[in-house]
């Protein structure tokens, strides 16, 4: 695995309608992921100060989980 940037995955164009509504409205105030108010800087960093996960999890395993579930 190289160390470089992933490939951004496509939005879905109803998902981004939303998010763009969201926006005009007011009702997204700085970004659309956040946490007590502030947004979210790494979401890798987040994930690792996660407290009470079992094992070596990571997001994408949690990914698979979702799709599968």
Same mark, same amino acid.
């Given at each position: 695995?190289?160390?470089?940037?992933?490939?951004?995955?496509?939005?879905?164009?109803?998902?981004?309608?939303?998010?763009?509504?969201?926006?005009?409205? =007011?009702?997204?105030?700085?970004?659309? %992921?956040?946490?007590? $108010? #502030?947004?979210?800087?790494? /979401? =890798?960093?987040?994930?690792?100060?996660? %407290?009470?996960?079992? $094992? #070596?999890?990571?997001?994408? /395993?949690?990914?698979?989980?979702?799709?599968?579930?």
């Amino acid at each position: 695995m190289s160390g470089g940037r992933q490939t951004p995955a496509p939005m879905p164009p109803r998902l981004l309608a939303h998010l763009r509504r969201w926006r005009d409205r =007011k009702l997204i105030p700085t970004c659309f %992921v956040e946490f007590n $108010g #502030k947004p979210v800087a790494s /979401v =890798k960093k987040g994930f690792k100060t996660a %407290v009470g996960l079992p $094992g #070596k999890l990571t997001p994408h /395993v949690l990914r698979h989980t979702a799709a599968t579930g």
